[in-house]
Protein backbone atom coordinates (compact mmCIF):
# COMPACT_ATOMS: atom_id res chain seq x y z
CA UNK A 1 0.00 0.00 0.00
CA UNK A 2 1.47 3.45 -1.10
CA UNK A 3 1.67 5.59 2.14
CA UNK A 4 -0.26 9.01 1.92
CA UNK A 5 1.98 12.14 2.02
CA UNK A 6 -0.60 14.38 3.03
CA UNK A 7 -2.18 14.92 6.28
CA UNK A 8 -6.57 13.29 6.41
CA UNK A 9 -8.46 16.77 7.96
CA UNK A 10 -8.88 15.26 11.33
CA UNK A 11 -9.95 17.87 14.34
CA UNK A 12 -8.66 18.06 17.61
CA UNK A 13 -12.23 17.01 18.94
CA UNK A 14 -12.23 13.36 16.56
CA UNK A 15 -8.74 12.77 17.80
CA UNK A 16 -9.57 12.74 21.84
CA UNK A 17 -13.06 11.13 20.82
CA UNK A 18 -11.57 8.05 18.95
CA UNK A 19 -8.70 7.53 22.11
CA UNK A 20 -11.45 7.68 24.15
CA UNK A 21 -13.56 4.97 22.70
CA UNK A 22 -10.03 2.89 21.95
CA UNK A 23 -9.70 2.86 25.96
CA UNK A 24 -13.37 2.01 26.50
CA UNK A 25 -13.89 -1.05 24.02
CA UNK A 26 -10.01 -1.77 23.50
CA UNK A 27 -10.39 -3.14 20.00
CA UNK A 28 -11.81 -0.66 17.85
CA UNK A 29 -13.54 -1.52 14.20
CA UNK A 30 -14.31 1.38 11.08
CA UNK A 31 -18.10 -0.43 12.42
CA UNK A 32 -17.81 0.81 15.88
CA UNK A 33 -16.36 4.48 15.23
CA UNK A 34 -18.98 4.83 12.54
CA UNK A 35 -21.45 4.04 14.57
CA UNK A 36 -20.58 6.62 18.00
CA UNK A 37 -19.23 8.98 16.05
CA UNK A 38 -22.17 8.78 13.43
CA UNK A 39 -20.28 9.55 10.17
CA UNK A 40 -19.57 7.03 7.15
CA UNK A 41 -17.21 4.43 7.09
CA UNK A 42 -15.11 5.45 4.73
CA UNK A 43 -14.79 8.78 6.93
CA UNK A 44 -14.39 6.28 10.20
CA UNK A 45 -11.60 4.94 8.85
CA UNK A 46 -9.62 7.69 7.42
CA UNK A 47 -9.70 8.79 11.23
CA UNK A 48 -8.81 6.14 12.47
CA UNK A 49 -5.38 5.85 9.73
CA UNK A 50 -4.83 9.63 10.45
CA UNK A 51 -5.11 8.84 14.31
CA UNK A 52 -2.65 5.42 14.04
CA UNK A 53 -0.19 7.46 12.18
CA UNK A 54 -0.11 10.16 15.01
CA UNK A 55 0.89 7.43 17.47
CA UNK A 56 -2.20 6.38 19.48
CA UNK A 57 -3.43 3.67 18.29
CA UNK A 58 -2.20 0.34 16.57
CA UNK A 59 -3.49 -1.57 13.93
CA UNK A 60 -3.87 -5.47 13.49
CA UNK A 61 -5.66 -7.38 10.65
CA UNK A 62 -8.95 -4.43 10.52
CA UNK A 63 -8.93 -3.26 13.91
CA UNK A 64 -6.99 -1.17 15.78
CA UNK A 65 -6.03 -0.87 19.37
CA UNK A 66 -4.90 1.46 22.19
CA UNK A 67 -1.76 1.84 23.42
CA UNK A 68 0.48 3.69 26.47
CA UNK A 69 0.87 6.53 24.81
CA UNK A 70 -3.47 6.54 23.80
CA UNK A 71 -3.56 6.79 28.21
CA UNK A 72 -1.29 9.49 28.17
CA UNK A 73 -3.21 11.61 25.95
CA UNK A 74 -6.66 11.10 27.57
CA UNK A 75 -4.75 11.91 31.09
CA UNK A 76 -3.46 15.35 29.61
CA UNK A 77 -7.14 15.97 28.59
CA UNK A 78 -8.60 15.19 31.95
CA UNK A 79 -6.38 17.57 33.51
CA UNK A 80 -6.96 20.22 30.47
CA UNK A 81 -2.89 20.30 30.55
CA UNK A 82 -2.79 21.73 26.75
CA UNK A 83 0.95 22.34 26.74
CA UNK A 84 1.45 18.93 26.98
CA UNK A 85 -1.06 17.46 24.76
CA UNK A 86 1.07 20.35 22.20
CA UNK A 87 4.59 18.50 23.49
CA UNK A 88 2.90 15.00 22.30
CA UNK A 89 2.16 15.98 18.97
CA UNK A 90 5.73 18.02 18.65
CA UNK A 91 7.35 15.36 19.32
CA UNK A 92 5.08 12.46 17.45
CA UNK A 93 2.96 13.83 14.66
CA UNK A 94 5.29 15.28 11.51
CA UNK A 95 2.79 17.71 10.01
CA UNK A 96 2.07 19.00 13.56
CA UNK A 97 5.85 19.67 13.72
CA UNK A 98 6.35 21.21 10.56
CA UNK A 99 3.59 23.55 10.88
CA UNK A 100 5.50 24.72 14.20
CA UNK A 101 8.69 25.07 12.57
CA UNK A 102 7.06 27.50 10.11
CA UNK A 103 5.76 29.90 13.04
CA UNK A 104 9.31 28.96 15.32
CA UNK A 105 10.92 30.81 11.93
CA UNK A 106 8.92 33.72 12.06
CA UNK A 107 8.75 34.55 15.66
CA UNK A 108 11.00 37.89 15.45
CA UNK A 109 8.75 39.13 13.11
CA UNK A 110 6.43 41.54 13.84
CA UNK A 111 3.81 40.59 12.05
CA UNK A 112 2.18 37.09 11.94
CA UNK A 113 1.85 34.86 9.41
CA UNK A 114 -1.77 33.93 6.89
CA UNK A 115 -3.02 30.51 6.58
CA UNK A 116 -1.77 31.42 2.97
CA UNK A 117 1.73 32.24 3.92
CA UNK A 118 1.80 28.83 5.64
CA UNK A 119 1.15 26.80 2.81
CA UNK A 120 3.26 28.60 0.63
CA UNK A 121 6.41 28.04 3.17
CA UNK A 122 5.34 25.08 3.91
CA UNK A 123 5.70 24.25 -0.16
CA UNK A 124 9.27 25.87 -0.27
CA UNK A 125 10.59 22.93 2.25
CA UNK A 126 8.62 20.69 0.50
CA UNK A 127 6.26 19.82 3.34
CA UNK A 128 2.73 18.17 2.17
CA UNK A 129 0.98 20.93 3.83
CA UNK A 130 -2.30 21.63 1.54
CA UNK A 131 -4.23 24.78 2.84
CA UNK A 132 -7.24 21.97 4.52
CA UNK A 133 -4.01 21.09 6.72
CA UNK A 134 -3.01 24.42 7.56
CA UNK A 135 -6.41 25.01 8.60
CA UNK A 136 -6.94 22.11 10.53
CA UNK A 137 -3.47 22.50 12.13
CA UNK A 138 -4.20 26.18 13.16
CA UNK A 139 -7.33 25.20 14.83
CA UNK A 140 -5.41 22.92 17.10
CA UNK A 141 -3.12 25.18 18.46
CA UNK A 142 -5.10 28.08 18.68
CA UNK A 143 -7.34 26.14 20.93
CA UNK A 144 -4.72 24.32 22.97
CA UNK A 145 -3.15 28.37 23.51
CA UNK A 146 -0.17 27.71 21.49
CA UNK A 147 -0.52 30.33 18.79
CA UNK A 148 -3.29 33.31 18.36
CA UNK A 149 -4.76 35.01 15.56
CA UNK A 150 -5.04 38.72 15.22
CA UNK A 151 -9.11 38.68 15.42
CA UNK A 152 -8.78 41.35 12.99
CA UNK A 153 -6.28 40.44 10.14
CA UNK A 154 -6.15 36.81 10.82
CA UNK A 155 -2.42 36.45 10.78
CA UNK A 156 -0.77 33.95 13.31
CA UNK A 157 2.34 33.59 15.69
CA UNK A 158 3.30 31.77 18.26
CA UNK A 159 3.01 32.52 21.74
CA UNK A 160 6.00 33.25 24.02
CA UNK A 161 5.53 31.27 27.41
CA UNK A 162 7.93 34.17 29.71
CA UNK A 163 6.53 37.47 30.91
CA UNK A 164 9.67 38.92 31.20
CA UNK A 165 8.96 41.57 29.16
CA UNK A 166 9.96 45.06 30.36
CA UNK A 167 7.16 48.23 31.46
CA UNK A 168 9.21 50.31 29.66
CA UNK A 169 9.21 48.13 26.27
CA UNK A 170 5.63 47.41 26.49
CA UNK A 171 4.87 50.90 27.15
CA UNK A 172 6.98 51.96 23.54
CA UNK A 173 5.12 49.48 21.87
CA UNK A 174 1.69 50.31 23.19
CA UNK A 175 2.56 54.10 22.77
CA UNK A 176 3.65 53.07 18.74
CA UNK A 177 0.76 50.81 17.98
CA UNK A 178 -1.43 53.75 19.82
CA UNK A 179 -0.09 56.25 17.54
CA UNK A 180 -0.66 54.34 14.24
CA UNK A 181 -4.37 53.24 14.79
CA UNK A 182 -5.21 56.89 15.76
CA UNK A 183 -3.82 58.70 12.89
CA UNK A 184 -4.89 56.48 10.91
CA UNK A 185 -8.06 58.01 11.71
CA UNK A 186 -7.32 61.70 10.39
CA UNK A 187 -7.02 62.60 14.28
CA UNK A 188 -4.43 63.09 16.67
CA UNK A 189 -5.62 62.66 20.78
CA UNK A 190 -8.86 60.00 20.49
CA UNK A 191 -10.03 57.20 22.11
CA UNK A 192 -8.93 54.28 20.54
CA UNK A 193 -10.18 50.82 20.98
CA UNK A 194 -8.56 48.66 23.64
CA UNK A 195 -9.59 45.23 22.07
CA UNK A 196 -8.14 46.55 19.10
CA UNK A 197 -4.80 47.46 20.24
CA UNK A 198 -4.50 44.15 22.02
CA UNK A 199 -4.83 42.05 18.84
CA UNK A 200 -2.24 44.21 17.14
CA UNK A 201 0.58 44.37 20.36
CA UNK A 202 0.12 40.69 21.14
CA UNK A 203 0.63 40.00 17.48
CA UNK A 204 3.75 42.51 17.53
CA UNK A 205 5.29 41.09 20.78
CA UNK A 206 3.66 37.52 20.57
CA UNK A 207 2.18 37.33 23.94
CA UNK A 208 -0.96 35.75 25.29
CA UNK A 209 -3.94 37.76 25.18
CA UNK A 210 -3.90 37.61 29.11
CA UNK A 211 -0.52 38.95 29.90
CA UNK A 212 -1.08 41.83 27.68
CA UNK A 213 -3.96 42.28 30.42
CA UNK A 214 -2.02 42.03 33.32
CA UNK A 215 0.97 44.02 31.96
CA UNK A 216 -1.31 47.02 30.61
CA UNK A 217 -3.29 47.53 33.91
CA UNK A 218 0.60 47.78 35.43
CA UNK A 219 1.71 50.69 33.09
CA UNK A 220 -1.36 52.56 33.25
CA UNK A 221 -1.68 52.65 37.42
CA UNK A 222 2.08 54.00 36.90
CA UNK A 223 1.72 56.46 34.06
CA UNK A 224 -2.02 57.70 34.92
CA UNK A 225 -2.29 61.32 33.26
CA UNK A 226 -0.21 60.37 30.67
CA UNK A 227 -2.70 56.93 29.60
CA UNK A 228 -6.45 57.61 29.96
CA UNK A 229 -9.22 55.02 30.10
CA UNK A 230 -13.02 54.95 28.88
CA UNK A 231 -15.92 53.04 29.68
CA UNK A 232 -18.47 51.86 26.79
CA UNK A 233 -22.24 51.46 25.98
CA UNK A 234 -22.92 48.27 26.49
CA UNK A 235 -23.67 48.36 22.30
CA UNK A 236 -20.45 49.51 21.75
CA UNK A 237 -18.61 48.46 18.51
CA UNK A 238 -14.95 48.28 20.54
CA UNK A 239 -16.60 44.67 21.44
CA UNK A 240 -16.79 42.92 18.20
CA UNK A 241 -14.48 41.47 16.12
CA UNK A 242 -14.29 40.16 12.85
CA UNK A 243 -12.89 36.81 13.52
CA UNK A 244 -14.11 34.78 16.83
CA UNK A 245 -11.17 33.43 19.51
CA UNK A 246 -11.53 30.01 19.66
CA UNK A 247 -10.95 27.88 23.19
CA UNK A 248 -11.29 23.98 24.29
CA UNK A 249 -13.03 22.37 27.35
CA UNK A 250 -13.19 19.29 28.62
CA UNK A 251 -16.65 17.42 27.80
CA UNK A 252 -17.86 14.49 29.79
CA UNK A 253 -20.24 11.95 27.88
CA UNK A 254 -21.95 8.81 29.67
CA UNK A 255 -20.01 6.96 26.51
CA UNK A 256 -17.65 8.60 25.45
CA UNK A 257 -15.41 11.55 26.30
CA UNK A 258 -15.04 14.47 23.95
CA UNK A 259 -13.80 17.97 23.49
CA UNK A 260 -16.49 20.96 23.63
CA UNK A 261 -15.31 23.57 21.38
CA UNK A 262 -16.16 26.94 21.38
CA UNK A 263 -15.59 30.53 19.80
CA UNK A 264 -16.19 34.06 21.22
CA UNK A 265 -16.37 37.26 18.80
CA UNK A 266 -17.09 39.56 22.12
CA UNK A 267 -13.94 41.09 23.06
CA UNK A 268 -13.06 41.86 26.71
CA UNK A 269 -12.50 45.71 28.00
CA UNK A 270 -9.67 45.74 30.44
CA UNK A 271 -11.22 45.64 34.33
CA UNK A 272 -9.31 48.20 36.98
CA UNK A 273 -9.82 48.56 40.30
CA UNK A 274 -13.55 46.66 39.36
CA UNK A 275 -14.34 48.99 36.98
CA UNK A 276 -14.31 47.89 33.16
CA UNK A 277 -13.04 49.82 30.49
CA UNK A 278 -13.25 49.78 26.19
CA UNK A 279 -10.94 52.71 24.98
CA UNK A 280 -7.59 53.87 25.74
CA UNK A 281 -5.55 57.47 25.04
CA UNK A 282 -2.09 58.34 25.24
CA UNK A 283 -1.48 61.86 26.28
Known amino acids: MIKRKTMRPVTLRRVIEI ?3 ALKNRHLDVKIVSEKLNTSRLRAKEILLEVERMGLLVSSRDFWIPNDRTNELIEYFEKENWR ?3 RYFLNHYHFYREFIRILQDCVTSEKGLS ?4 KREGEKRKINLN ?8 DWCER ?3 IQRNLYTGKIYLVRNDESLSLEDFLKDLTDIYRRLSLSRWQKEIFVEIPLIREH ?3 RLKISRTTFNKILKRVYLNNIGRIELSGAPITTLAKK ?3 REKRIKLLRREIIMSTQLSSQKEREGITVNKKTYYYLAIH
Open 19 to 21: CSL
Open 84 to 86: EIH
Open 115 to 118: LDEI
Open 131 to 138: RTAVEVLS
Open 144 to 146: LGI
Open 201 to 203: LCE
Open 241 to 243: SPL
